[in-house]
């Protein structure tokens, strides 16, 4: 079956330290990786997306994910938070050309300690 | 941003009465989607609309249906609402399917049944 799993429903960090955030997959097909981020009342936003190439893939905000293949993980890092960052990260999966068939995660929650 | 609104943004109803949640686009992208949120589950894909009077269903789309006669319009519609489609609903739109485009979000809506 095909899944997405974050298994930190919940994580603090202190502002400028380090982050990762973890993502694993379950998926037959070739996969079409994605991080999102919710802030507090809002929608979500597209961090990053891993199609191909280069495994380590740079987004907004600072953020970088890498894919490795061999342990189904597509984990989010951050070398430094700020504390605008607290908000819920989602990672999702899903194929190149089918609505129906994107995969979110349950999310994790990002909080900052001053 | 992408131009998406939906309405209302927070809704409280009762128990058979039927509601109809909105979405509206100004970008003319072609795909619109309607996902549920719950603690626990991430984003589930309720419905989707490729095109003007097309749609199809989703992973839970029992209790809820769409309409679309309009490119800038989706809208979702709880026939008899109960309590367990309590949830935070979002619109999602993009210009191509599954992983090839981004999705962008609305700012949600939430529902609560009674």
């Known amino acids: 079956a095909q899944s997405v799993t974050q298994p930190d429903i919940h994580i603090t960090v202190s502002e400028g330290a380090s982050l990762e955030l973890r993502c694993n997959y379950s998926?037959?097909?070739?996969?079409?990786l994605f991080w999102y981020v919710q802030s507090p009342g809002q929608g979500l936003q597209l961090l990053l997306k891993?199609?191909?190439?280069?495994?380590l893939v740079q987004g907004i905000k600072g953020f970088e994910a890498e894919f490795k293949r061999s342990q189904s993980s597509f984990n989010l890092r951050k070398p430094s938070v700020h504390w605008s960052d607290a908000a819920e990260y989602f990672c999702?999966?899903?194929?190149?050309?089918?609505?129906?068939?994107?995969?979110f995660g349950s999310g994790t929650r990002l909080s900052i300690r001053p | 941003d992408a131009g998406i609104t939906q309405s209302p943004r927070h809704k409280v109803t009762e128990t058979g009465t039927p509601v109809t949640l909105r979405c509206h686009q100004t970008?003319?992208?072609?795909?619109m989607y309607w996902y549920r949120q719950d603690p626990g589950h991430g984003l589930r894909l309720i419905h989707y609309?490729?095109?003007?009077?097309?749609?199809d269903k989703g992973e839970v789309s029992d209790g809820y249906s769409v309409s679309r006669s309009k490119t800038e319009d989706f809208l979702l519609t709880l026939e008899s609402a109960t309590s367990s489609q309590t949830s935070v609903y979002f619109c999602?739109?993009?210009?191509?399917?599954?992983?090839?485009?981004?999705?962008?979000f609305g700012p949600g809506t939430r529902l609560t049944v009674l």
């Open positions: 998926y037959g097909a070739t996969p079409y």
């Open positions: 891993y199609f191909s190439g280069d495994t």
């Open positions: 999702a999966v899903g194929p190149y050309s089918s609505a129906s068939k994107i995969i």
């Open positions: 999602a739109i993009s210009e191509e399917p599954g992983a090839r485009d981004e999705q962008f």
């Open positions: 609309s490729y095109g003007v009077k097309d749609t």
């Open positions: 970008e003319n992208h072609r795909y």
